[in-house]
């Protein structure tokens, strides 16, 4: 089987786009005809064939205003994994010259706990079929994306330049010079 060229790889959505569009005004135009039995002039057939794309913007600028329902298990879900996911995050972290768990691959822990609060405020959001709440759910995780993707990548950096994950490696690695001296 050989590969289609690249040309194709553009014009594919476009092909999909048109003959979808193309099926809705179809079908428009059908219902139209069914709901209005008498004769139609040229100018009410157009307007039924544009009746889709109109309803595509309509619904494209239309704002959500809630959820379709309120999910009570999702919501204690997310109320619940916050602070489970902080407290498994600080687990790794070291307070003074310890920390709970040094595991080997604390740094992905945490960086996983972290990606996990984010999940528990979304769900925390979503769940009450709240618009504030919904609002803030997303906008958490827009400044989850903001900040926290490069706090992970710092960190991920101090772990390249301890050539560890164990964030004790990292914390003593780092006891006489610190890494933001000699890599920014």
Do not use: C
């Not at 059908?30 to 913007?57: D, I, N, T, Y």
């Not at 768990?101 to 706990?113: H, P, R, T």
């Not at 999940?119 to 919904?134: H, K």
Request: aromatic fraction near 8%; hydrophobic fraction near 60%.
């Amino acid at each position: 089987m050989s590969e289609a060229p690249l040309w194709a790889t553009a014009l594919l959505p476009m092909t999909l786009a048109v003959a979808a569009l193309g099926a809705a005004s179809f079908d428009a135009v059908l219902s139209f005809a069914a709901a209005r039995p008498r004769p139609r002039s040229p100018l009410e057939a157009a307007a039924a064939a544009g009746a889709p794309g109109r309803e595509v913007l309509r619904l494209l600028v239309q704002q959500r205003r809630r959820t379709t329902a309120a999910d009570v298990p999702l919501t204690r879900l997310g109320v619940v994994l916050l602070p489970v996911a902080a407290v498994l995050a600080a687990a790794v972290i070291p307070l003074g010259f310890r920390s709970v768990s040094d595991l080997a691959d604390g740094i992905v822990w945490f960086n996983a706990m972290e990606a996990l609060a984010w999940a528990a405020v979304w769900l925390a959001g979503w769940g009450p079929n709240s618009t504030l709440a919904l609002i803030g759910g997303y906008r958490f995780l827009a400044q989850g994306l903001a900040y926290e993707l490069p706090h992970m990548l710092a960190i991920t950096t101090a772990a390249l330049g301890a050539e560890s994950l164990r964030v004790g490696e990292i914390v003593d690695t780092q006891a006489g010079l610190w890494f933001v001296v000699w890599m920014p």
